[in-house]
Nanobody, 124 residues
Framework: QVQLAEAGGGLAKPGGSLKLSCTTSGFAFRMYAMVWVRRVPGKGPEWLSGSTSEGTDTFYADSVKGRFTISRDNAKSTMYLQMDSLKPEDTALYLC?????????????????WGEGTQVTVSS
């Protein structure tokens, strides 16, 4: 059974940092691309960042490029999102998503399993 568990959210001040983690089980993590998305009430999920299965290629939305860094540790079956220079508009529920294969993280049609998310609130 595929399981994804996000952690590391919380309250941060504008300009601050948080590091999220996505701990996984139930599948061969190293074989699948992974994605971070976020969601705010009343809106659809916003794709933030993706990583190919080996982590050799990473991708970012313009809204977070230069501020967020995706990484993964395939030995630990865990993915991370380092978030720096946080802004109030980064306030959202952050979720990790497993893809159907080693690539395609930018294609919602390739997303097949979701975690429950961790809340990030950026406020002074």
């Amino acid at each position: 059974q595929v399981q994804l568990a996000e952690a590391g959210g919380g309250l941060a001040k504008p300009g601050g940092s948080l590091k999220l983690s996505c701990t996984t089980s139930g599948f061969a993590f190293r074989m699948y691309a992974m994605v971070w998305v976020r969601r705010v009430p009343g809106k659809g999920p916003e794709w933030l960042s993706g990583s190919t299965s080996e982590g050799t290629d990473t991708f970012y939305a313009d809204s977070v490029k230069g501020r967020f860094t995706i990484s993964r540790d395939n030995a630990k079956s865990t993915m991370y999102l380092q978030m720096d220079s946080l802004k109030p508009e980064d306030t959202a529920l952050y979720l990790c998503v497993k893809c159907r294969g080693p690539t395609g993280s930018m294609n919602p049609g390739q997303w097949d399993s979701w975690g429950e998310g961790t809340q990030v609130t950026v406020s002074s």
